[in-house]
């Protein structure tokens, strides 16, 4: 597929692989992201691994994009610059902020926080993008809302929830949405590749510089976290978000940011697995409702 016809396949063929299969994939490796995170977050500051997160994964895709999408690149026009740098420092923002909140609450509650996104993605995407809300995506959002609330539940009744922490990771939520929201917009006409690495890239420099402000140490790791930090950079990031951002091109933004609820449910999993946190019958029923709702949702879902 040349780079003309890739950016115009959702208006005009169904693409080869269902864009439902590839956000699962896409959210199932985004759910790696806060177990990464933690690791890593043992040696570094979290501003260090969100910049490093973005960093490394500018880095791998370079070589592809500058060879492959470097006449898409140059031929931006100035709008579409200025679209990929505010996305991309809403991605830095994001990143910032919501890594910054797993250092203070735990995992459950702030990656449910930041999952609630689909709320402004909604409100967003109805005022700016005239997407319309069916009766059914009102209905699993709500189902969806719920879940991630139950799950919360227990964290909130142990005190392990803090303010400053839930206030960044709901920051995280609002920057996220604005993200989605302009990656649907340029979507439209750009290829994944020749979207995705500008943005990571912007984001890159945006947390580094700020890393650099702050004066936050950016070296003298142990080899394991800069395993971590590499893992984070290609499942987490490129193979989960670059994902989210392909199903951009041909589902709605507010059923692929809803998709992102099952990621507490990955989380979880991968705790249980890595980290040893046990999943309570807490999150189970959270997690089924967070799975009913997205079944609702997705009869109104492609657009």
């Known amino acids: 597929m040349t780079m003309s016809q890739e950016p115009s396949e959702r ?3 169904r693409p080869g ?4 299969l590839v956000l699962v994939l896409g959210v199932l490796a985004t759910s790696t992201s806060s177990t990464f ?3 890593a977050q043992v040696e570094m500051h979290s501003l260090a691994v969100a910049a490093w997160r973005l960093t490394l994964a500018s880095l791998i895709l370079a070589p592809f994009a ?3 999408r470097r006449a898409e690149l140059r031929s931006l026009t100035h709008r579409e610059t200025r679209l990929v740098i505010a996305a991309g420092v809403l991605l830095a923002g994001h ?3 919501w890594i910054l909140s797993l250092a203070l609450t735990s995992v459950a509650v702030s990656v449910v926080l930041v999952a609630t996104a689909p709320l402004f993605v909604g409100v967003l995407a109805h ?3 005239r997407e319309k809300l069916s009766r059914s995506m009102l209905w699993g959002l709500g189902l969806a809302i719920v879940g991630s609330v139950i799950i919360t539940a227990r964290d909130l009744g142990d005190g392990a929830h803090q303010l400053q922490g839930d206030m960044l990771a709901l920051v995280g939520a609002i920057t996220v949405a604005g993200y989605f929201l302009i990656g649907r917009k340029l979507r439209a006409r750009l290829s994944l590749l020749g979207y995705v690495f500008p943005v ?3 984001a890159a420099l945006v947390l580094m510089g700020v890393a650099l402000l702050l004066r936050v140490p950016l070296s003298g790791f142990k080899p394991i976290t800069w395993l971590w930090l590499v893992l984070l950079a290609v499942f987490p990031q490129i193979i989960g978000h670059s994902s989210l951002n392909w199903s951009l091109g041909h589902l709605s933004a507010t059923y692929v940011s809803l998709a992102v609820l099952m990621e507490p449910i990955g989380s979880a999993i991968l705790a249980w697995v890595v980290l040893a946190e046990v999943p309570t019958w807490v999150v189970l029923m959270g997690g089924g409702l967070i799975l009913g709702g997205l079944v609702l949702a997705g009869r109104s879902g492609e657009g």
């Open 11 to 13: 208006h005009s063929a």
């Open 17 to 20: 692989i269902s864009p439902r």
């Open 37 to 39: 995170v933690r690791l």
């Open 66 to 68: 500058l060879s492959l």
């Open 95 to 97: 990143f910032a902020t």
């Open 127 to 129: 005022l700016l993008l």
């Open 200 to 202: 990571y890239a912007t």
